[in-house]
């Protein structure tokens, strides 16, 4: 069974950084697109940023220049960068690993809290 564990989340002031981390199995990491989404409370999850298996990142409006999408095939992890939060951002972060339609998982999530 695929395991998908994310970690790093909290509470930060408007303004501040936050690292997020999302430990995999390393044929998962090597071989699948990873993504990083969020949801609030009665919202649809929406993507935050994806990494392709050849290094590709793609990212949302509302995060660029802001959030970074990285691997670290060190750690079996990909990981998401965000600075300057503010406090639209508070949201569960929850990590993603896609292959297909039928090979599609996700972790529990992580919950982000901006606030002063």
């Known amino acids: 069974q695929v395991q998908i564990v994310e970690s790093g989340g909290g509470l930060v002031q408007p303004g501040g950084s936050l690292r997020l981390s999302c430990t995999t199995d390393?044929?998962?990491?090597?071989?699948?697109?990873m993504g990083w989404y969020r949801q609030t409370p009665g919202n649809q999850r929406e993507l935050v940023a994806t990494i392709s298996r050849g290094g590709t990142t793609n990212y949302a409006d509302f995060v660029k220049g802001r959030f970074t999408i990285s691997k670290d095939d060190t750690r079996n992890s990909v990981d998401l960068q965000m600075v300057s939060l503010k406090p639209e951002d508070t949201a569960v972060y929850y990590c993603?690993?896609?292959?297909?339609?039928?090979?599609?998982?996700w972790g529990k999530g992580t919950l982000v809290t901006v606030s002063s």
């Open positions: 993603n690993a896609h292959w297909s339609e039928y090979n599609d998982y």
């Open positions: 390393r044929h998962i990491l090597r071989f699948y697109t």
